[in-house]
C-alpha cells in the first residue's frame, strides 16, 4: 500500500510531497512527522528507499506507507495528556511520533507479536532519545514495549483514549477493539480492508467513519495454549512518575517557554508543543529558520527593434548551466546580468525614439528593476556570497549548561544526551 504522493529527496521533501496531497492537514502531525527522520527507523542498507510512499518489510520489521501514518495521526486526534495504545507496534515509529504530541503526562503503550522487533524498536527509541536534534524541542512521552498477540489482551485491562490497529481486522474481532477504548475515545484500525475511525460516543453506542482503501496482513491469531488455560497478554504498567522525574520535567519545561519568549499560552491546547512560534522557528524544517535568500532573476530579454511600426524580437543571450543550488554559474551570470541591461538601456532610448510606435512597456518598471538588481549585487558584494541558513542552536541545552548546578545533575536533566 502506498505510491499515493511522489518520492522525496529526504524527509522534509516527503513531509511537503504529503502536505500538497493532502494526506498532512493539521501543522500538530506536520510537526511530529518533521521531527523524526523516517530513516532512521530503516536499516543501513535500505534507507534509500526511506522517501518513497511505500510500505516497507524486512523479515519481522515493517513499516507502512508514509501516507497511510499521515491519515493515521489525523484520524486519532491527539493532544497533550491522553493515553494511546498501539496495537503491532512495530519499529515504534507511530509510537515515537505520537508520544511528540502527548507530551510527559500521557500514556504510550504498545504491544508487538515478535520479540525481535521490541528490541529492534528500543534500539530506535533510545537512538532518538541521545542523539535527535528533535528530542529537546518537545515534551516527550515515551513508549513502553510489551511482547504479547494483542488479541490476547485480559478483558480486565484498563481502556485507553486512543487505539490503533496495524494489522488488518476482520469484523469478528470488531467488538474486541471497541472494548479497549474510554467513552469519548478514538480508534482507528484497518477493516475489511477500509482504514476506519470509531468513536465511542456512549457505553453502547459508536460513530464509525470510512477513511481510505487499505491492505493490510490479518492479525495473526492466537495459538492454543497446551494446559487449557486462556493464554493472556499483560499490557505495560502505568507508573506514577517520582518527584526526580517531575522536576526534571519542569525544569526543562520552564527554560523551553523562557527560551521561546513565554508565548505558549497562545498555543492554545496543552503544552506538549508549548515551544512558542512552531518548529519552524526552532530549525526543524529543512531551512532551519527563516533566512533572507537573494533572489536570482533570469529573464530572456528581447530587444525590441522599430521598423515600419513592426516589432522584431531577437533572443537575448542564453542561460548558462545550472548548479547545485539552481543557480547559474558565477562569471556567466555577471555576464548574462551585464548583457541585460544593456539591452535595456537599448529598449529605453528604442522607446523614447519611438514612444508613439506602439512600445507597450514603460520605461518606469524596467528601471525599478534596474535598481531592484543593483541594489541586490551590492548586497551580495558586501556578503562576498548568497545569505545561508545558519546551523540551528539547541538554546535548551545551553541554558541547562549554564546552570550554578553540578555536572551530574546537568547531565541528568539533558537525559545524558552527548550533544
Known sequence: MGGAVSAGEDNDDLIDNLKEAYYIRSDLVERAFRAIDRADYYLDEYRDNAYKDLAWRHGNIHLSAPCIYSEVMEALDLHPGLSFLNLGSGTGYLSTMVGLILGPFGVNHGIELHADVIEY??????????????????????????????????????????????????????DYMKNLLK?????????????????????????????ISVSFAPLVLPKHSTNGKPKTAPLPKYEVRTLQELARICIRHTLRVTTDGGDSQSRGRGSS????????????????????????????CNALV?????????????????DSNNNQGGR????????????????????????????????ETVEEEDEEEEQEDEEEKETGELLRPQPAVNVLRERILGLPLPEPLKMYLLYYREK
Not at 307 to 322: D, F, K, M
Not at 338 to 359: C, I, K, L, P, T
Request: glycine content about 10%; charged content about 30%.
Open 332 to 363: 556567466a551570470e555577471d555576464e548574462e546580468e551585464a548583457g541585460e541591461r544593456e539591452v535595456r538601456r537599448q529598449m529605453r532610448g528604442s522607446r523614447r525614439a519611438g514612444r508613439g510606435a506602439g512600445v507597450v512597456e514603460e520605461e
Open 273 to 300: 508543543f508549548s515551544v512558542g512560534r512552531g518548529l519552524a522557528v526552532a530549525g526543524l524544517h529543512k531551512y532551519g529558520p527563516r533566512f533572507k535568500r537573494r533572489r536570482v532573476h533570469r529573464r530572456h
Open 121 to 174: 524498536a528500543y534500539q530506535k527509541l533510545d537512538s532518538f532519545i541521545k542523539t535527535s536534534d528533535s528530542f529537546d524541542k518537545f515534551e516527550f512521552c515515551e513508549p513502553s514495549f510489551v511482547v504479547g498477540n494483542c488479541l490476547e489482551i485480559p478483558p480486565e485491562s484498563r481502556q485507553y483514549d486512543r487505539v490503533y490497529c496495524g494489522a488488518g481486522v476482520q469484523k469478528d474481532h470488531e
Open 306 to 322: 522599430l521598423a515600419t511600426r513592426q516589432v522584431v524580437a531577437s533572443s537575448g543571450i542564453g542561460p548558462a548551466p545550472l
Open 183 to 211: 467513552m469519548g475515545g478514538i480508534l482507528v484500525m484497518p477493516l475489511e480492508e477500509k482504514l476506519t475511525k470509531i468513536t465511542r460516543t456512549g457505553p453502547n453506542s459508536w460513530e464509525t467513519k470510512k477513511i
